[in-house]
């Protein structure tokens, strides 16, 4: 289904940007050895990226995850309000919007064994009319897209679903939290974190840290990470994790003289795709699994 985009106004300049957007065996006890080795390969391909991924950062405990998720929705709900008045939010009815959100309904079952959370979260996810080439889930899985990043991109549903995909493993990994926690320890002090069990007027500190959620900046490994993780989801709901190769190569194309490797928080496009590349036989074995998705929408008229 392709469908314009030129109704909904691109007119966000106000709003934050974040960075954009990994022989035979004998007779009798054979079949009893090879039913224990196929449940073993069966595990095994199960595992998917899951043991690829590093434990958590102890400065993500320095953090309430209850604080950091009830920021992010205060200001995921201000910037679709924002958004709202300037006519840039598309409405529930938009292809695109349905687009994106059945793509999510596949991705998000996946995601609690990555962080017991999710559960409880209250998913969100929304089409914001902008020539940004960028999307983003905050912490709390509150999701956005921006209009450019499918009608510049052209993306197909594999595409989308990696870099939602990315962007989720983004909050499930809690990066920002782990982001936030980092920045705590340099400004309250070691002296002080003890008393961050209590909070008091080290909470507010942490709350008004709120407001960097779509200005943090995450590491590279923070990156690669997202990159496997995401992998991991979009092939276990059934979309090919081979079009992260093609998406990096359209994400390259559009993004002519972006800054070296060494200047950028990101994986330089070639390392991301190699990277890409090595995971997925760990993965390929998830897609084919899973089952398909039933409807296949397609990406809008540029």
């Known amino acids: 289904m392709n469908t314009p985009l030129d109704h909904i106004p691109t007119c966000l300049c106000m709003l934050h940007s974040r960075r954009l957007f990994?022989?035979?065996?004998?007779?009798?006890?054979?079949?009893?050895?090879?039913?224990?080795a196929q449940a073993q390969q069966g595990q095994a391909a199960d595992q998917g990226l899951r043991g690829e991924v590093g434990r958590e950062s102890r400065f993500t405990k320095l953090v309430p995850a209850e604080q950091v998720e009830a920021a992010a929705a205060q200001q995921y709900q201000q910037m679709m309000q924002e958004a709202s008045q300037q006519r840039a939010l598309a409405p529930d009815s938009h292809p695109q919007v349905q687009r994106l959100r059945a793509i999510a309904q596949r991705i998000v079952p996946h995601a609690m064994p990555w962080n017991s959370r999710a559960r409880q979260w209250r998913w969100e996810i929304n089409l914001l009319g902008s020539d940004q080439i960028n999307a983003f889930c905050m912490p709390g899985g509150k999701i956005a897209f921006y209009s450019g990043?499918?009608?510049?991109l052209q993306l197909s549903d594999q595409e989308v679903a990696a870099i939602m995909g990315h962007e989720v493993a983004h909050a499930l990994r809690e990066h920002a939290r782990e982001r936030m926690g980092k920045t705590a320890a340099t400004r309250i002090g070691a002296n002080v974190l003890s008393s961050l069990l209590g909070l008091g007027g080290t909470g507010d500190a942490l709350l008004n840290?709120?407001?960097?959620?779509?200005t943090l900046r995450f590491s590279r490994e923070d990156e690669t990470e997202a990159d496997l993780v995401g992998m991991d989801l979009a092939a276990r709901a059934g979309y090919n994790p081979q079009a992260g190769v093609t998406l990096w190569q359209k994400m390259m194309a559009a993004s002519k003289g972006a800054p070296p490797q060494f200047?950028?928080?990101?994986?330089?496009?070639?390392?991301?795709i190699r990277d890409i590349q090595s995971k997925l036989p760990k993965v390929e074995p998830l897609y084919q699994r899973a089952e398909k998705p039933s409807r296949q929408f397609g990406p809008p008229r540029a």
């Open 22 to 36: 990994t022989g035979l065996l004998l007779a009798g006890g054979a079949t009893a050895v090879v039913g224990s």
């Open 149 to 152: 990043i499918l009608s510049k």
């Open 209 to 214: 840290m709120g407001g960097q959620l779509l």
């Open 263 to 272: 200047l950028s928080t990101h994986p330089a496009g070639e390392t991301r």
